[in-house]
């Protein structure tokens, strides 16, 4: 049995535990890594740089600042303050949501830290409403990963540049994207996810959660607390909106810092850094800080990174790329050969790094677009909205895992929401970007 095989064959048991259900998703993901690391489908150093990536530092770190914001009154408040402008209608807290999240989505250029802002706001507004977070948290955390990269300011901008690194790294210049390409490829999608979000979205999620949410509880108002003390009160606050506006001109800050000499800062570093000063400052003590850390949550980020790396190096990608480019090759209808460019990307993004699954596919969608003497826009937009549009399994993103603990979300349950959603997404990509660029 090769090593292809034997990678396979893992991906397919970590799967069947995650929907068996019968042990906690983290305890599925660390006994996957192990299977990786003892068979030789990744190294100990890339296991140990997993478990250590940046994205669970980020998440972990980042319950802990929304634990100490949920101890102050603010969200109280905030929560009060939306729930009598909506004056009951879920529309209109949905719209509220929805605009929200694409405003962090786009300027915090990930969706991890987006939906860590959005959570406890969002929590905080539900017990408001009288409604769970199971009801709602699905359709925010959705926003927060597919509205990335498409308005033409922060990630949208980076988007760009790194298509135009592919294409340019493959001699294909002539069809290079310009500024304003990839807001005009995917904003019909953008305006289909709002109202999906906003009229339908929260009707197919379940009223109650289907799953223990031990660590969602820590983003929920604990009203049998006593009020912090007013320095407390005020630390939380200010620590909250520095780390809030931190990453969201984490670009700017960091230009102004190296400007005057000093080390830039990662968005993973602020996140922990703002953890550390709520424990400091009294906010939240040192026991709760680590009982707001889900660490079966940050197991199952590492254990999703251990899988796509695993694929990675067992060369899973290239072969499914390299059959893929065979078939676009032979196809004569544009929209057959945008979908095969966009459905496979987002099938294999849902248990690969989005990074790795835009490394492999870019080039294959840019050079088979150059055997055919086509243009290469449309497809490179669609394998850059399908890398990024990850949301159906806990594989897919470090935002996934979040969401199904906030929410209280088993795999069998993620899935159902994310079917409908996917198909109207798909749809709306391929036929759109296939009509404004064609081959």
Not at 130 to 137: E, R
Not at 180 to 187: C, L, P, T, Y
Not at 205 to 225: C, I, L, Y
Request: a positive charge; hydrophobic letters at 55%; one cysteine or more.
């Amino acid at each position: 049995m090769n090593l292809l095989t034997v990678c396979l064959v893992i991906c397919l048991i970590t799967v069947a535990g995650y929907i068996w259900g019968k042990y906690s998703l983290g305890t599925v993901a660390c006994m996957s890594m192990i299977l990786f690391l003892i068979t030789g489908c990744i190294t100990p150093q890339e296991a140990l740089g997993n478990l250590s990536n940046s994205n669970v530092v980020l998440v972990l770190s980042m319950f802990v600042v929304s634990a100490g914001f949920k101890r102050t009154q603010a969200v109280k408040i905030i929560g009060r303050s939306v729930s009598a402008m909506a004056k009951g209608s879920m529309i209109k807290v949905m719209l509220g949501f929805t605009i929200a999240s694409i405003l962090a989505a786009t300027f915090m250029g990930g969706a991890a830290a987006a939906f860590c802002i959005m959570a406890p706001l969002v929590t905080a507004t539900c017990e408001e409403l009288k409604i769970h977070p199971s009801k709602v948290i699905f359709s925010v955390g959705l926003v927060c990963i597919a509205a990335c990269g498409i308005l033409p300011m922060g990630g949208g901008l980076s988007m760009y540049a790194e298509v135009n690194g592919y294409i340019a790294a493959n001699d294909y210049a002539q069809y290079q994207l310009g500024v304003m390409d990839m807001f005009k490829g995917r904003f019909p999608s953008l305006l289909t996810l709002a109202l999906y979000t906003t009229f339908v979205g929260f009707r197919f999620s379940p009223d109650q959660p289907v799953t223990d949410t031990k660590s969602g509880e820590e983003f929920a108002v604990k009203s049998n607390r006593p009020p912090l003390a007013p320095f407390q009160e005020k630390c939380g606050y200010v620590i909250f909106f520095l780390v809030t506006v931190a990453l969201l001109f984490n670009a700017p800050i960091n230009r102004m810092l190296t400007h005057v000499g000093l080390a830039s800062l990662a968005s993973w570093e602020i996140v922990l850094i703002g953890a550390f000063l709520m424990v400091l400052t009294g906010v939240l003590s040192s026991k709760e800080a680590f009982a707001a850390l889900p660490m079966d949550l940050g197991f199952l980020i590492a254990g999703s990174l251990c899988m796509g790396t695993a694929l990675a190096n067992t060369g899973g990608g290239e072969i499914i790329g390299g059959a893929i480019a065979g078939v676009a090759d032979q196809l004569k209808n544009p929209y057959l050969v945008g979908a095969v460019f966009y459905l496979v990307p987002f099938l294999l993004t849902q248990v690969m790094q989005n990074r790795t699954v835009m490394a492999i596919f870019q080039p294959i969608a840019i050079l088979a677009c150059k055997s055919m003497g086509v243009s290469c826009v449309g497809p490179a937009i669609l394998v850059a909205a399908a890398c990024c549009t990850a949301f159906m399994t806990p594989m897919a993103t470090a935002s996934i895992p979040m969401i199904m603990e906030v929410g209280g979300y088993n795999v069998q349950t993620q899935l159902k929401q994310s079917i409908i959603p996917a198909i109207f997404l798909s749809a709306v990509n391929i036929f759109w970007v296939m009509t404004v660029f064609p081959l």
